[in-house]
């Protein structure tokens, strides 16, 4: 069956995060769903549910309590049902060493949170409109890393 939305789920433990996001898509013209969690554990029973819908796109913070995005990457990425799932790593931090770790385990882009609404809004315009098939197949990390100027 032919969605003509795109599901996107977004886990952040941070509340005020989770609502700019969601504020930043509903302002967006792009036809999309958006699903939230608040840490690791709940995405992680989120999509292990047979009942659940998997998202086309997730944005996964690092930095979460209980399970980090770090363990949900390396989860995800074990499960052949999710393998046409994007990851798009969502984080405060840009450390080369968190960028790195995160290329290796198989996260499609990484996105510094931007500090303000329009910046946001930039971003996930064009995360959600690239097409995932051809940057990934040709993944490197000089595009790994979506930096907003």
Known sequence: MQKDFILITLADDDEDDRLFFTDAFDELKINTVVNTVNNGVQLMDFLNNPESVLPNI???????PIKSGIDCLK???QN?????IAIAIYSTSSSDEDVENTFVLGANIYIKKPS???????????VVTLNWQYHT??????????RIL
């Not at 052949?80 to 046409?84: A, G, I, P, T």
């Not at 197949?137 to 979506?146: A, D, P, Q, R, V």
């Open 137 to 146: 197949s040709g993944l490197n990390k000089e595009n790994f890393l979506l």
């Open 80 to 84: 052949d049902r999710f393998k046409d």
């Open 116 to 126: 303000d609404f329009n910046t946001l809004k930039k971003v996930l315009n064009e």
């Open 58 to 64: 997730i944005f996964l913070d690092l930095n979460m």
């Open 75 to 77: 989860e995800i990425k």
